[in-house]
């Protein structure tokens, strides 16, 4: 059964980066369409982005766009979030998750996924 277990998080200023793993077990990544997606305090789970099986189709969030990129390694079976320009409100708990037979935007403004991972938070605070 796929796992996946997201590394990364942390706490960070305004303006700094981090970048966020998500390495999958018992399955490979390849023929999912993969998403990161983040949870505030009282807030519901929203899409940040999601990846097509090959690449070449993606998703982002109004919010993070040009300040976030979405990346696969099928080779890793490894899913990246690379996080530019923080901001205090992109702070939360991040999860990735994957899915099969769906568009990116499907997935990433429905919240679609058959599996998640556990999640790890970021903070952006000064």
């Known amino acids: 059964q796929l796992q996946l277990v997201e590394s990364g998080g942390g706490l960070v200023q305004p303006g700094g980066s981090l970048r966020l793993s998500c390495a999958a077990s018992g399955g490979t990544l390849d023929y999912y369409t993969i998403g990161w997606f983040r949870q505030a305090p009282g807030k519901e789970r929203e899409g940040v982005s999601c990846?097509?099986?090959?690449?070449?189709?993606?998703h982002y969030a109004d919010s993070v766009k040009g300040r976030f990129t979405i990346s696969r390694d099928n080779a890793k079976n490894t899913v990246f979030l690379q996080m530019n320009s923080l901001k205090p409100e992109d702070t939360g708990i991040y999860y990735c998750?994957?899915?099969?037979?769906?568009?990116?935007?499907?997935?990433?403004?429905?919240?679609?996924?058959?599996?998640w991972g556990q999640g790890t938070q970021v903070t952006v605070s000064s």
């Open positions: 998750a994957v899915v099969r037979f769906t568009t990116v935007q499907a997935m990433c403004v429905y919240r679609t996924a058959n599996v």
């Open positions: 990846l097509s099986t090959s690449g070449g189709s993606t």
